[in-house]
């Protein structure tokens, strides 16, 4: 399958930590990439790999996988991470084309 | 650090070419894909397609029938051509660097992206 599925709305307090979940079973073969988009901007990637930051992503930000499903965990949640967060990875079906989560709309409280 | 810049018409007509440039600056243009992806109004993200500085392509099923993605090296530049536009290819085009190496694949950075609007 070549689909990634995402939770299309989660919400946090500030201050408290939460995660946001793909699933899909290309995640079997490769590793998810996580992008950060705030209204108005191009994505920023924030994750990728095993559990990589690029370079001026806080450590808050941490990546975690586990058979067919992925998740990126905010811990201690800012009001600035208010955003839309979706999930990167490539069909595992041997053609290895791209797939996008539907994405997941953070609301922090 | 690469950074990308990119340019295109944002107003076309349905049955009309769409056709956008990315320029590479600070970095190889050779040891990478490139890729473009876009985003209807208040929709995800959508895969188009990549290209490498060989010019070897991948596209999205669902669009490759209308795409076509070029390489200038000279310029480190490359380019995306969607033909036949209707109103469900009004979107903002993103490009971006595409590493991809089994198990592990990403884009980063992106362009700061082109709105397209198909409208007659």
């Known amino acids: 399958s070549s689909e990634l599925t995402q939770d299309p709305v989660v919400s946090v307090a500030v201050g408290q930590t939460v995660s946001i979940t793909c699933q899909g079973d290309s995640l079997r073969s490769y590793y998810a990439s996580w992008y950060q988009q705030k209204p108005g901007q191009a994505p920023v990637l924030v994750i990728y790999?095993?559990?990589n930051r690029p370079s001026g992503i806080p450590d808050r930000f941490s990546g975690s996988s586990s058979g067919n499903r992925a998740s990126l965990t905010i811990t201690g949640a800012q009001a600035e991470d208010e955003a839309d967060y979706y999930c990167?990875?490539?069909?595992?079906?041997?053609?290895?084309?791209?797939?996008f989560g539907g994405g997941t709309k953070l609301t922090v409280l | 650090q690469v950074q990308l810049q990119q340019w295109g018409a944002g107003l076309l007509k349905p049955s009309e070419t769409l056709s956008l440039t990315c320029a590479v600056s600070g970095g190889s243009f050779s040891d990478s894909y490139w890729t473009w992806i876009r985003q209807p109004p208040g929709k995800g993200l959508e895969w188009i397609g990549e290209?490498?500085?060989?010019?070897?392509?991948n596209y999205n099923p669902s669009l490759k029938s209308r795409v076509t993605m070029s390489v200038d090296t000279s310029k480190s530049q490359f380019s995306l051509k969607v033909t036949s536009l209707t109103a469900a290819d009004t979107a903002v085009y993103y490009c971006a660097r595409d590493y991809h190496k089994y198990p592990y694949t990403w884009f980063a950075p992106w362009g700061q992206g082109t709105l397209v609007t198909v409208s007659s």
């Open positions: 790999g095993k559990d």
């Open positions: 990167n990875s490539r069909d595992s079906s041997g053609n290895h084309l791209v797939v």
């Open positions: 290209i490498n500085y060989r010019g070897g392509t």
